[in-house]
């Protein structure tokens, strides 16, 4: 059996429905189908938008009351399809205005009105196609999390209950249309699973069927060898493994995030990223091995908005306890660390969320010199093998001499396939075309 996972933009409006109802068509022709939708794309952030400003008055969701109708109607389907979760929604609004406050509990509440909505729109539309599709709510069968609202964890005796659930309706040749990103806690509150969690529901429910493949799909060629933005003639890859795009992921949203797919790499189910503009494009597959392929650069991806900071004592870096004692500091001001490198008296971290700077500063200067660098960029060559190939990096530093890149930090991890480096962010977009030319010689 099949999972065809389908984000925001694939369904945003009717004619893209219609184009997802026709691959769905294609795909359930060959064998059992599961389609996991995300909500209409832009709709969880109005829905947060609206929870927000009800907290401090009355509010109505007109607006996105006039988004969802005007594409029910233009889909041609049943008037009121999505009128009772309306009217929740407009409940659940007043109740927020009435207490003042919204709570991490009622906000998942809030937000889990997208993919309910969505997933009855896009069931209706393949029923009206002549397909045999049913909406699911993903916790009327089956999916369970823990309590964290805002982004929840899946327990572990979901994966049976699911099986045990959706099992009979595949049998009976059905098509369910289950919810992404929403489940229910032990207590049957509702819960979400993070941002960009539809991801996470396909891999769930691909894990719980024991999924042959687990088709995400978007609205690019799949994994790209580098930013089309930044690449015009970066090309699509026809494979990667699950640890490079882990490495990608970072790096933005175009690689599935390997949280999200954890349950799919647990089950070795590979993952196809697929675009829905374009369905005859292969995209990319994602497998535990890619095996065969060379050792080599895949993909370069970066990140601008990058903030280094320099820790420097002489006196004390090689005494046990220092890095600790540092380490300690960004752990309690909840600074993520990506990159770091040192040397026998410094030690260099980057991270894009600084937080309060002053007061990290502030106390790391307790113990030690602080340096801050504001306005740099990772640069980050992925690829399997890459460490052990052995002209990799003077090919990378030859080609960023030539570029007159300065290049501020290195870091070639314990991983095999990833290099980050640091630089400018001035030089971030000539780096990166002139890397890709290095190692994508057409
Ligand atoms: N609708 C949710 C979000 O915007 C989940 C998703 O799209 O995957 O984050
Ligand atoms: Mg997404």
Redesign the pocket.
Known sequence: MRVLKF??TSVGDAERIRGVVEIVRGRAQRGPTLVVV??QSG???QLIALAERAAAGPVEPSALRNRLEALIAELGLEEGLVEEELDELETLLRGITMVGDLTPRSLDRM?SF??RCSARIVAAAMRSAGLPAWPYMAYDVGLVTDATYGGAHVEASSYAKIAEELGPVLKEGLLPVVT??IAKDGDGYLT?L??????YSAAIFGAAMGADEIEIWTDVDGVMSADPRIVPEARSLDRMSFSEAAELAYYGAKVIHPATIQPAVWKNIPIRVLNTMRPEHPGTLVLREVGGAAPGVRSIASKGGITAVHVTSLRMLLQYGFMRRMFEVFDRRKVVIDMISTSEVSVSVTTDHPGDLAALTQELAEFAEVRVEHDRAILCLVGEGLRESKDVLARIFATLERENVAVRMVSVGASRINVSLLVDTADERRAVQALHREFFKA
């Open positions: 984000g925001g995300s909500a709709v969880t952030n937000m997208g993919e992404g990103f979400t993070g941002r960009g969690g539809s991801d």
